[in-house]
């Protein structure tokens, strides 16, 4: 049979985003490479989760090749084989790369807030969850029929479990953890000393993840549509398209962060050829995570003057005028380069004599 309209829109869909994300990633990889940093943890997290993604892409290419999208009546017998083949490999890849995303934005987390130890044990204790909840749905998803190829290829003794059981678990689960993980960093972001416009920006990133939230409810809501259950080939492109839509978000917003060093080195000097004063202030130091340079060290040059029985110490550099601790530089430096405001600092002191005596 031909491709359904459902199945041709899927495929668009699939096309269009993952070309964007596949931009946001080398994006991303760019960046750490602009930057001469070293992959961390979270970004290998979020390497497995898009290669899940993209291996979900090509199963749900042969599904709709073989009729997803259609009503199930109108499917051959092989046809259905593949899509309960297809059901089995998405599931696989679709809790592998939702997990690895929660795990990669954690890691973060843990690189940013490393001071903070009520942060830390809030981080570890989710990932725990996280890691929990990967362990139980893997075998849970592999056994939903016994064997697992009782659906096309049937045996005596052989049964399945209804999917709507687990799928229903599975997000509710999700949407428990994805909320947790986006609004675990407000409160220590709000503790902060830095201005409210920065962690107002910066409290809007880390929360986006709401918006991935909101998609497994709309997932929730499709799969407790009865409609989707009747005709389960037809709902299965609705479940497929909502299911994307949760890993293309998820992936998207966990590369934000990591892109600021692009915008410090390419977007933000086309804006500050207007405002030369603080233009030439701000480099792209290092990456999301990566350690910041210690405030405590200046870079001073003194310089000494003569004349009569006087002579002068003139002391120069450049300090930070924040007092936060790391985190807070961490913080600013990566995801709000506007926020560093650097002062020159000039002391002189004027001694009665020819040889000034050391500060």
Known sequence: MAVSQAGVRLSIWMAVFTSLTTAVIALRIWAIHLTRKSHQLSDYLLFVAYIATIIMVGLNYWAVANGLGAHTVTLSKSQLNVQFKMIVGISMTWLTGTVCCKLSILALYTSLFHTFRPIRILVWTVSGLVVAYFIAFLPIFLTQCHPIS??????????????????????????????TIALLPIPALWRLRMALRNKLTIGVMFGMGLVVVAVMIWRLVITLDPDTNKDFVFGLYQIGLVSFLELWLSMIIVSLPALAPLFRHYIEPLFSQKRPSAGNLREAQHTIGSEPRRRGEYLYSDIEMGGGNYSAHVKTGISSSQSEGEDTIGLVRDMQPNAIAIAMRREVVVHEGRNPSPL
């Open 150 to 179: 009782q659906q096309w290829a049937p045996v005596p003794g052989g049964g399945c479990r209804s999917l709507a059981i687990q799928e229903i678990a599975s997000i509710a689960l999700n949407i428990f953890l994805d909320t």
